[in-house]
């Protein structure tokens, strides 16, 4: 089955970088179109950024545009994150995941979802 699984979370404080990993695995890892959202409590999960299969297509939240990067290893089934100036309101559960053909914003457009993993930022 298909599993995405992310790594590299954790706590930082503000002005840090975190780089989040995402293995994927039970796919045709370049048939899909990748993407990372998040969410805090309360709050309609939102997109982060997001890449199709070949890296020419890249979406990003205006709130992070100039301070993350979204990339893929399409040989190692693997997509990534990195983060730099963190801000305090950048914490948030970030999620990775997947969807067949082109990205989209939507996350009920996404087939797959890894488990999620936490980011903190502290001021």
């Known amino acids: 089955q298909v599993q995405l699984v992310e790594s590299g979370g954790g706590s930082v404080q503000a002005g840090g970088s975190l780089r989040l990993s995402c293995a994927a695995s039970?796919?045709?890892?370049?048939?899909?179109?990748m993407a990372w959202f998040r969410q805090v409590p309360g709050k309609a999960r939102e997109l982060v950024a997001a890449?199709?299969?070949?890296?020419?297509?890249?979406d990003y939240a205006d709130s992070v545009k100039g301070r993350f990067t979204i990339s893929r290893d399409n040989r190692k089934n693997m997509v990534y994150l990195q983060m730099n100036s963190l801000k305090p309101e950048d914490t948030a559960v970030y999620y990775c995941?997947?969807?067949?053909?082109?990205?989209?914003?939507?996350?009920?457009?996404?087939?797959?979802w890894g488990q999620g993993i936490q980011v903190t930022v502290s001021s």
């Open positions: 995941a997947a969807r067949y053909g082109s990205i989209r914003s939507a996350p009920y457009d996404y087939d797959y």
């Open positions: 890449i199709n299969w070949s890296g020419v297509s890249i």
């Open positions: 039970g796919l045709t890892f370049t048939n899909n179109g």
